[in-house]
Each structure stands twice: as structure tokens, then as C-alpha cells.
């Protein structure tokens, strides 16, 4: 049997992944009539991760010990013409060898043609976003321009290295600029376009979701997570997501809910693209032929107004419902971090080996 199309969304964090899992979840069906299978993900959102971090080799819950071999089995019984999975916690599982190595040997056995699909974002953008999704997550507790710095080390921002891994393990690398303009038109018809769908056959692909958390959200979340992620703590997968939901549902109760968080100056923004530029243009000439600087046009050079608690002093109604916010989520975070349920010694619970 010939090899199948495998289209593999691997991110990165950040651009959309949680719009494009959930569009492949609600349009299984009408994808598979177009000869697009997406396997069951096990997952409420619809992403891939158990079934990538299985074929990388890593360790699961009990519970999705299985989800790999179900998807071997539905392969086999499918005559689609292409696959699609999707799971963002592969742009840290590829950065390792070994990880790499597993994921397409596997991919290899079950015949499958591996194309990777990317979406690079400009790095002061993303920074911003992803501070935002771990604070809410009570998962660090640090002021943002010491995380930016720490944060700017990471491999997983040096989208380089995915042209070597594509070029190692013989798979096509698909990169698709996230921009500004991308967030405003949705991220899901550029996808379609990725894997070679028409985007006008889905009524629904306009979606967004996920949005950014706002000030108010951050300094909740970074005062909480003092709990939990303070100096020389580090909470585990289960407590960060417990916390994350009991976080969110009570600022959705209290109607305090808000987005668009900005923790970066201009002068911030420029210094992290000054220090990612060669390795971004490197990256952009070979994939798209041109500068970085051309592609990200209307992100790069952005004047910024920070409206983060640390840098915008909020006025004293909102520093009251800051309080009392604070004040009544440490009785429910305590609570967490000693539930003994959510602190089981395993590789999947470990938030540094989940992220490869």
C-alpha cells in the first residue's frame, strides 16, 4: 500500500493550536468525506497529545496507555488519503534527539508520509502570550520582563532547528506566518490552505478561541501561583491544570473576567528582536525566500503600551477586587496543593518533562 499523508500541526504554543484542535474535532466527520482522517484524540479539546507523546516514546496517564495503538488499528481500517493530528507539545518533544528519532521511526512503521506544519510567530508576541497562559495557569509567579529574558534561551523560540529536523527525518516542513493579521482573520482557513483543503467548504472556520487572559487575570493568577510556583517550587501538571480551571471558573462567576494582557515595552519588544534575528532570517530565507523583517512586516517595531499591574498601578477599586480575589482562591489553591491525587511521581505529571 502506497505511504499516506501525514499532516502533523506541531505549533508552536500559542498561534491558534486550541482553534485548529477544536475545528478537527467538531469536523471529523465532514473532513472524512473528504478523505481527511483525524484520529479520536482521547482529549475534550481535541488535541493529539497522547498520541504524540506515545509515539515519542513518552510516558502517559493510565488511562490514554492505549490511544496509540488506536490509532494504529484506524489507520488500518481507513482508506483516507491523508491524516491530521495536531498537538503543540511536539514543538518541545522534536528539539530532543532521541524523541525525534522514536516519533518517526513510529511514524515510518504505520506507512505514513510525515509533513510538518508550522506556524512561526514573531517572538516578542509570543512571549507575551505564552507568560499569559502559564501565569493563568498558576504555573509561575515571576514579574514579566525577568521571564521574557529567561524565556528568550529557549530552543523552542529558534525555528531553525525544525528546518534541520524536517531535513534529518525526511519530512516537509509547511511553515505559515502567525501574524497580527492571521489572529484577526482566524487561523483556521490558513491551516485548511496548509494541508490542501478549500477553507470555503467549512462554515464554521472563522472560529477563535483561547483568547489571551487580561491584567486583571495575570495579577490573580501571578499572585496565586506564589502558592504554588513560588522560589524553589514547582507545581505538577495536575495541580497547574486544577488550578488553571478553578482560576477561570471563578473569575467567570465574580464577571471579572477580561483579556488582552501586555507585558511588553517597546524598548523590550526591540531588544528581543534584535537578539533573534539572524537565526529568524536564516529560517525565513530558506523557507519563504525572503527576510523575516518582510514576512512580519506589521509586527516587527510595534510601540507597545504595557498594562501589566507591575507597570500600570491598577486604581483602588480594582486593587480591592484584586484582593479579594487573592483572598479567596488561596483557600481553594491550598486545597490543590495538597490533594495527594494531583502529586503523583510520573514523567507525564512533571511540567519540565512534558515540555520534551
Not at 515510518?108 to 495557569?137: M, T, W
Not at 509586527?299 to 507597570?311: K, Q, V
Request: charged content about 25%; hydrophobic content about 40%.
Amino acid at each position: 500500500m502506497a505511504k499516506r499523508i501525514c499532516y502533523i500541526h506541531i505549533g508552536p504554543h500559542k498561534t491558534g493550536s486550541s482553534a485548529i484542535q477544536w475545528f478537527l474535532k467538531e469536523n471529523r466527520a465532514e473532513l472524512l468525506k473528504q478523505s481527511y482522517f483525524v484520529p479520536q484524540s482521547g482529549a475534550n479539546q481535541g488535541g493529539h497529545h497522547a498520541i504524540v507523546r506515545l509515539l515519542c516514546g513518552k510516558d502517559v496517564p493510565d488511562h490514554q496507555q492505549l490511544v496509540a495503538a488506536k490509532f494504529a488499528r484506524s489507520l488500518e481500517e481507513t482508506s483516507c488519503k491523508a491524516v491530521v493530528i495536531s498537538s503543540e507539545v511536539l514543538e518541545g518533544l522534536l528539539t530532543r534527539r532521541a524523541c525525534a528519532e522514536e516519533f518517526f521511526n513510529r511514524i515510518g512503521k504505520l506507512n505514513l508520509d510525515p509533513k510538518l506544519v508550522l506556524f512561526p510567530r514573531n517572538q516578542p508576541q509570543s512571549i507575551n502570550s505564552r507568560y499569559a497562559e502559564v501565569v493563568k495557569g498558576c504555573r509561575c509567579s515571576e514579574p514579566f520582563e525577568a521571564f521574557a529574558q529567561a524565556f528568550t534561551q529557549r530552543l523552542s523560540l529558534r525555528y531553525s532547528h525544525l528546518i534541520d529536523v524536517a531535513d534529518t527525518f525526511n519530512a516537509e516542513l509547511i511553515a505559515c506566518p502567525f501574524t497580527g493579521e492571521t489572529i484577526a482573520r482566524s487561523i483556521i482557513p490558513e491551516f485548511l490552505r496548509a494541508i490542501g483543503i478549500d477553507p470555503s467548504k467549512f462554515p464554521d472556520a472563522n472560529v477563535h478561541r483561547n483568547q489571551t487572559a487580561g491584567p486583571f487575570t495575570i495579577a490573580v493568577g501571578r499572585r496565586v501561583s506564589e502558592l504554588i510556583a513560588g522560589p524553589g517550587k514547582r507545581p505538577t501538571w495536575l495541580q497547574a491544570v486544577r488550578c488553571k480551571r478553578k482560576l477561570a471558573a471563578y473569575l467567570e462567576e465574580k464577571r471579572w473576567s477580561d483579556n488582552g494582557y501586555c507585558g511588553l515595552t517597546t524598548a523590550l519588544a526591540a531588544h528581543i528582536e534584535r537578539q533573534w534575528q539572524p537565526d529568524n532570517d536564516v529560517f525565513a530565507q530558506r523557507v519563504w525566500g525572503t527576510s523575516w523583517t518582510e514576512v512580519f512586516a506589521s509586527d516587527i517595531g510595534r510601540e507597545f503600551r504595557p498594562n501589566d499591574f507591575d507597570l500600570s498601578k491598577p486604581d483602588e477599586s480594582t486593587e480591592r477586587r484584586l484582593c479579594q480575589a487573592v483572598h479567596e482562591m488561596t483557600e481553594t489553591v491550598k486545597e490543590i496543593v495538597l490533594d495527594p491525587a494531583l502529586t503523583i511521581q510520573a514523567s507525564w505529571n512533571d511540567l519540565m518533562q512534558r515540555a520534551g
